[in-house]
């Protein structure tokens, strides 16, 4: 859904823009039709003339994309997740034809027309399209989809910076999963050795990791009956300590039949945050394992990224080391996973170990949203390019179908700020509801993407207005850069070219 918006938008700004810069051109090849004209060719066939030339450069851009397609292929089918060849079979092969006529039909049919109008007497004088009011919508429809993929692409790259960066209640940047694939050397002597290593501030034992996920166990009343389904693991006494988390009470386990369990399963257990595992006779719970005894309670933590609500865990007391091992380095990180990666490489050869960070594995559950982020900066990057060009002989067009007047303001007295704030403020009558339609569009398509986030950046109503802040003054900027020129000439000289 979200490729399948971002390809509309680019369509109808590559099409329309070709027809906006087309339109653009009027005055110029006003002269040029006319001469047609006088030797005979009809209305019909000086819009044919423009459809062909239309048909050409859409031929030419398909030439190119094919050679594009080609050099970059194996990266189209990683952010696509379909082979080249299996996009271009016969089943999928008539969306580019489509595409291709669409095209045709929107470039060359609006320019193709008014071209076909332009009367003979055109030869003679000079041309000046009065009613702009086509080429104002074909650039207020650039407008709404640049704002629109421009606003999208920072909501969400806003959005997974956050998720990167919040607090998932242990601190993954120093941690390193390493786990002993090799079965010459058993768990306690990789354990040992890894304990030992310079670059190790502290190892622990678990059979999985927050970033990871939890299997899970049902939470039974005394009689038996669920009440809850749990997230499960085994840790060591000192998981909590190396893992970075926050034991809020009690201990951590120390023999079989304790576990320690975080806030939400207190919640779950209808008990309340500040309960003590060690009031009056202690705090027990029924796993599958049988009655346990809870001694701590944790600190919510993140379990899977930041997709579901918090869950509840409750984690059981595990004795011998156990791969896979959590492991706390020293800083500076990279230079101890350095280290650490050559000792087990010496140690265990380099089949017999999986090392990785834990900070990594959760980036890479937001693999998906890194993938669009990087979609969508192509996308903004040939959008701008296109939008430009096309605000650019818009502008141009403007200045030129004003000139007379700007020149009679001048010898009224106006100054060259005066002219400069006439043809902004005109510009922004286009610019300030093109741009609030498109943010808004992002803005809602957008509420549904967040909804399965857990945790959002905060003051993201407001990220959404500064976008569109920044939009209109860069459009504003652009105009006041380019209208410097007619502002600071001569009145007499534009009055001479008229």
Same mark, same amino acid.
């Given at each position: 859904?979200?490729?399948?918006?971002?390809?509309?938008?680019?369509?109808?700004?590559?099409?329309?823009?070709?027809?906006?810069?087309?339109?653009?051109?009027?005055?110029?090849?006003?002269?040029?039709?006319?001469?047609?004209?006088?030797?005979?060719?009809?209305?019909?066939?000086?819009?044919?003339?423009?459809?062909?030339?239309?048909?050409?450069?859409?031929?030419?851009?398909?030439?190119?994309?094919?050679?594009?397609?080609?050099?970059?292929?194996?990266?189209?089918?990683e952010?696509?997740?379909?082979?080249?060849?299996?996009?271009?079979?016969?089943?999928?092969?008539?969306?580019?034809?489509?595409?291709?006529?669409?095209?045709?039909?929107?470039?060359?049919?609006?320019?193709?027309?008014?071209?076909?109008?332009?009367?003979?007497?055109?030869?003679?004088?000079?041309?000046?399209?009065?009613?702009?009011?086509?080429?104002?919508?074909?650039?207020?429809?650039?407008?709404?989809?640049?704002?629109?993929?421009?606003?999208?692409?920072?909501?969400?790259?806003?959005?997974?910076?956050?998720?990167?960066?919040?607090?998932k209640?242990?601190?993954?940047?120093?941690?390193? #999963?390493?786990?002993?694939?090799?079965?010459? +050397?058993?768990?306690? &002597?990789?354990?040992?050795?890894? $304990?030992?290593? %310079?670059? !190790?501030?502290?190892?622990?034992?678990?059979?999985?990791?927050?970033?990871?996920?939890?299997?899970?166990?049902?939470?039974?009343?005394?009689?038996?009956?669920?009440?809850?389904?749990?997230?499960?693991?085994?840790?060591?006494?000192?998981?909590?300590?190396?893992?970075?988390?926050?034991?809020?009470a009690?201990?951590?386990?120390q023999?079989?039949?304790?576990?320690?369990?975080?806030?939400?399963?207190?919640?779950?257990s209808?008990?309340?945050?500040?309960?003590?595992?060690?009031?009056?006779?202690?705090?027990?719970?029924?796993?599958?394992?049988?009655?346990?005894?809870?001694t701590?309670i944790?600190?919510?933590?993140?379990?899977?990224?930041?997709?579901?609500? #918090?869950?509840?865990?409750?984690?059981?007391? +595990?004795?011998?080391? &156990?791969?896979?091992?959590?492991? $706390?380095?020293? %800083?500076? !990180?990279?230079?101890?996973?350095?280290?650490?990666?050559?000792?087990?490489?010496?140690?265990?050869?380099?089949?017999?170990?999986?090392?990785?960070?834990v900070s990594?594995?959760?980036?890479?559950?937001?693999?998906s949203?890194?993938?669009?982020?990087?979609?969508?900066?192509?996308?903004?990057?040939?959008?701008?390019?296109?939008?430009?060009?096309?605000?650019?002989?818009?502008?141009?067009?403007?200045?030129?179908?004003?000139?007379?007047?700007?020149?009679?303001?001048?010898?009224?007295?106006?100054?060259?700020?005066?002219?400069?704030?006439?043809?902004?403020?005109?510009m922004?009558?286009?610019?300030?509801?093109?741009v609030?339609?498109?943010?808004?569009?992002?803005?809602?398509f957008?509420?549904?993407?967040?909804?399965?986030?857990?945790?959002?950046?905060?003051?993201?109503?407001?990220?959404?207005?500064?976008?569109?802040?920044?939009?209109?003054?860069?459009?504003?900027?652009v105009?006041?850069?380019?209208?410097?020129?007619i502002?600071?000439?001569?009145?007499?000289?534009?009055?001479?070219?008229?």
């Open positions: 859904m979200i490729l399948g918006a971002l390809a509309l938008a680019l369509f109808l700004i590559t099409a329309l823009n070709y027809a906006l810069m087309s339109i653009s051109t009027l005055s110029k090849r006003a002269k040029a039709i006319g001469v047609h004209k006088c030797c005979g060719a009809d209305s019909n066939k000086i819009f044919g003339m423009f459809v062909l030339e239309t048909v050409t450069i859409t031929l030419i851009a398909l030439l190119l994309m094919g050679i594009m397609w080609w050099l970059f292929n194996d990266t189209i089918s952010l696509t997740g379909n082979p080249l060849t299996e996009m271009l079979n016969a089943d999928r092969a008539w969306v580019i034809v489509a595409v291709a006529l669409m095209m045709v039909a929107v470039g060359a049919v609006i320019p193709g027309r008014l071209f076909a109008r332009v009367p003979v007497s055109q030869v003679f004088r000079r041309f000046s399209e009065r009613n702009n009011g086509w080429k104002r919508v074909l650039l207020f429809i650039e407008l709404v989809g640049v704002s629109f993929v421009f606003a999208w692409l920072c909501a969400t790259s806003l959005q997974y910076r956050h998720l990167r960066t919040a607090d209640g242990y601190d993954s940047d120093l941690l390193v #999963q390493v786990e002993n694939m090799t079965m010459d +050397i058993s768990p306690e &002597a990789a354990y040992n050795f890894i $304990r030992s290593h %310079q670059a !190790v501030e502290g190892i622990a034992s678990s059979y999985s990791c927050p970033a990871f996920g939890y299997s899970g166990e049902y939470i039974r009343d005394d009689n038996g009956n669920i009440i809850f389904s749990s997230r499960t693991d085994d840790c060591s006494p000192n998981y909590v300590e190396v893992m970075g988390m926050t034991l809020l009690g201990r951590a386990p023999q079989e039949g304790e576990a320690i369990v975080n806030q939400e399963f207190l919640r779950k209808g008990l309340p945050e500040n309960t003590s595992p060690t009031a009056g006779e202690g705090l027990f719970t029924n796993a599958e394992r049988g009655r346990v005894r809870i701590g944790a600190k919510d933590f993140n379990i899977g990224g930041f997709y579901d609500e #918090q869950e509840p865990i409750i984690m059981h007391y +595990i004795g011998n080391p &156990a791969s896979p091992f959590t492991v $706390r380095l020293k %800083q500076p !990180v990279n230079e101890s996973i350095k280290l650490l990666n050559e000792s087990l490489s010496d140690y265990m050869g380099n089949d017999g170990f999986w090392i990785y960070q990594e594995l959760g980036a890479n559950g937001y693999s949203i890194k993938s669009t982020i990087f979609i969508f900066s192509l996308a903004i990057i040939i959008i701008v390019i296109i939008t430009s060009m096309g605000m650019i002989g818009f502008i141009n067009d403007e200045i030129q179908r004003k000139s007379k007047e700007i020149a009679i303001r001048k010898i009224n007295g106006a100054t060259a700020r005066e002219v400069v704030e006439l043809l902004c403020s005109n922004l009558k286009t610019a300030v509801p093109a609030a339609i498109g943010t808004l569009a992002a803005w809602f957008q509420r549904a993407w967040f909804s399965q986030y857990s945790t959002v950046v905060s003051g993201i109503g407001l990220w959404y207005v500064a976008i569109a802040l920044l939009l209109i003054i860069v459009v504003i900027a105009v006041a850069l380019m209208t410097q020129r502002a600071k000439e001569n009145p007499v000289t534009s009055l001479r070219n008229e």
